[in-house]
């Protein structure tokens, strides 16, 4: 049984750069590849959790894995050609006409190849950042080598290609740091006491724990405008929050908060009002009596 065995698997197939082709080496070859990529995948991924477990800057993780994998596949790649005796230089023609493709009809996977690449060096975004994109907002999830994938504040995952997020302009609200300006506008009617609404919207975004106390952060109001119908107030707050949910539920408990404070206050929230003038007779028609007066 183990001389049929050794028979087959040294028949010989065929004939490459004069050198004869076993069974046993064209099985050698793809499970070579199996093995090989399962184990650069294993050994990177425990690198990357080391890195992890280190506090290490995500980012920095992610481009080392990016180097790590294609070193890796081209050991990989060239140690297979060496098993079939194929030498690199058969592949110098290929390799030219696949240059003359990329020039003419792959310039935009060229261009999102080393947009990907520029980002992943220069960080200008990261992962975690949260990007206004095209009025589009959302948190950075992996930077790759071609696109960049964002999950926008409605749960939906966008694939956007690097080099729009280099040659347009992008929105990152989390570059240096997660601090965000929120704002809550409010109208009042005119003859409220000024003072008192100025000391309303203090008191409640001071009573936010979200919001922050340092010193030139805390939270200022604004006289902003006479406006139309209602004098027009607005509170600027600083919170640190990632997202956008965050900073709207902050100006939405605001909000509550004020609707209260100024019912209890007895202070109206200014809606438009209009003035109608009518010049000439008023004719009042009775409909039951079917009478005119004037």
């Known amino acids: 049984m183990l001389e049929q065995i050794t028979y087959w698997l040294s028949y010989p197939l065929f004939t490459l750069n004069e050198k004869v082709i076993t069974l046993v080496e064209v099985l050698t070859v793809p499970l070579w590849l199996i093995i090989s990529v399962w184990f650069v995948h294993f050994f990177i991924s425990k690198i990357g959790d080391k890195l992890r477990h280190k506090n290490k800057d995500p980012n920095l993780i992610h481009l080392v894995q990016r180097l790590l994998y294609i070193v890796a596949l081209a050991v990989i790649f060239i140690t297979t050609l060496s098993m079939l005796s194929v030498p690199i230089t058969a592949f110098a023609f290929l390799s030219g006409a696949i240059a003359i493709g990329f020039g003419f009809g792959a310039q935009n996977i060229i261009n999102n190849f080393i947009s990907g690449w520029i980002l992943m060096g220069e960080k200008p975004i990261r992962i975690g950042d949260f990007l206004e994109v095209e009025g589009v907002k959302g948190t950075v999830e992996e930077i790759n080598t071609r696109s960049t994938r964002v999950r926008r504040v409605d749960g939906v995952h966008m694939l956007i290609p690097n080099s729009k997020l280099l040659e347009n302009t992008v929105i990152n609200w989390t570059l240096r740091d997660k601090l965000i300006r929120g704002t809550v506008a409010v109208g009042v009617a005119y003859g409220t006491d000024c003072k008192q609404v100025?000391?309303?919207?203090?008191?409640?975004?001071?009573?936010?724990?979200?919001?922050?106390?340092?010193?030139?952060?805390?939270?200022?109001?604004?006289?902003?405008?006479?406006?139309?119908?209602?004098?027009?107030?607005?509170?600027?707050?600083?919170?640190?929050?990632?997202?956008?949910?965050?900073?709207?539920?902050?100006?939405?408990?605001?909000?509550?908060?004020?609707?209260?404070?100024?019912?209890?206050?007895?202070?109206?929230?200014?809606?438009?009002?209009?003035?109608?003038?009518?010049?000439?007779?008023?004719?009042?028609?009775?409909?039951?009596?079917?009478?005119?007066?004037?």
Do not use: C
């Open 198 to 294: 100025k000391k309303i919207m203090l008191d409640t975004a001071n009573a936010q724990q979200e919001t922050l106390m340092e010193n030139g952060k805390e939270p200022q109001v604004f006289f902003q405008d006479f406006g139309d119908n209602s004098l027009m107030f607005e509170v600027y707050f600083w919170i640190n929050s990632q997202v956008e949910g965050g900073l709207r539920f902050v100006a939405s408990n605001i909000r509550f908060e004020l609707v209260e404070a100024f019912n209890q206050a007895n202070i109206v929230i200014a809606f438009p009002q209009r003035d109608v003038h009518v010049d000439g007779t008023i004719k009042l028609i009775n409909t039951k009596n079917k009478n005119i007066t004037q």
